[in-house]
């Protein structure tokens, strides 16, 4: 009788960085094998606060999941994450530039409210991690911020995105992260999630998506060649700067040579990417 290893692990891929690539190879290759320091950006601090509102806001029994009650959390969570990144209180000049900061924040904690009401929801897991090994032996994981089951036992994985929702144009891309997560949720139990949905709290849409067993097959195989790209740029040691309209928020400007910079010399490292359980950054809700 035969018992099959499983296979080593030759890399870790999760949504955030596979993104990074597919944006700019140079931005991934900062981020990931240099592992620069990346100033917080107000933007990316909202999203992570807004999603530990959301996220404490199941923690209260149903009755009480009110507009209130979400706001109510804000100080405190604002609070908590200053304690854990003291940084972030350099993020405004004075305290009515963070008074409007945070206004916004409660504005799309209301515009959650208006998207589903959180009484009638029991999510079967908030903030999950869940990784997955391929037969090729590349682990993807990452974090779902809600995961709900039917009583029949379907799935729903939900996404909250404190930017606008993307035009016709890009709305693959943003599915992609969902895609991705619905593979490793597949491989981990076999079933493939009923309905992926993006929820955009900056203008208050909702994007649906039903995947089947065709799309996640077509999504290992995009993660696999983004891996297999990942890895011939390890190996030539070339990581391309790919200029687009995102360059305005990068942090690496002045490394960049498409903006007259000069990168470091690459360092003698693999992927840094493979921390089980590592606690997510303020750049994932970007």
Known sequence: MSITEPPAITG??????????????LLYRFRVIDQLPERPSPAAVRGTLVHAVLERLYDL????????????????????????????????EDD???????????????????????????????????EAVLDSGLM????????????????????????????????????????????????LHGT??????????????????????????????????????IERSLTTREWRARRSRLCDWCDYQALCPEWGGTPPPVPDRRPGDAVRGSRRSATDEL
Request: hydrophobic share 45%; with cysteine.
């Open 12 to 25: 870790s891929l999760s949504p955030s960085r596979a993104g990074d690539f597919m944006t700019c190879p």
């Open 96 to 130: 009515a530039e963070r008074e409007r900061w945070l206004a916004q924040a409660r504005q799309m904690l209301e515009r959650y409210f208006a998207l589903e009401d959180p009484r009638l929801l029991e999510p079967a897991r908030r903030e999950l991690y869940v």
């Open 192 to 229: 493939v999630p009923r309905v992926l949905q993006l929820m955009y709290l900056g203008n208050g849409e909702v994007l649906r998506y039903a995947p089947d067993e065709a799309d996640l097959r077509a999504t290992e195989r995009k993660v696999q060649a983004l891996w297999e790209a």
């Open 140 to 187: 993807l994981r990452g974090y779902i911020d809600r995961l709900d089951v039917a009583p029949t036992g379907e799935l729903r994985v939900v996404d909250y995105k404190t930017g606008n929702a993307p035009g016709p144009d890009f709305e693959a891309k943003a599915l992609f992260q969902m895609k991705f997560y619905a593979l490793v949720l597949w491989r």
């Open 61 to 92: 029994p149903a009755a009480e999941r009110t507009v209130a009650a979400a706001q109510s959390l804000l100080d405190p969570q604002w609070d908590k994450l200053l304690g854990q990144v003291p940084e972030y209180s350099a993020l405004f």
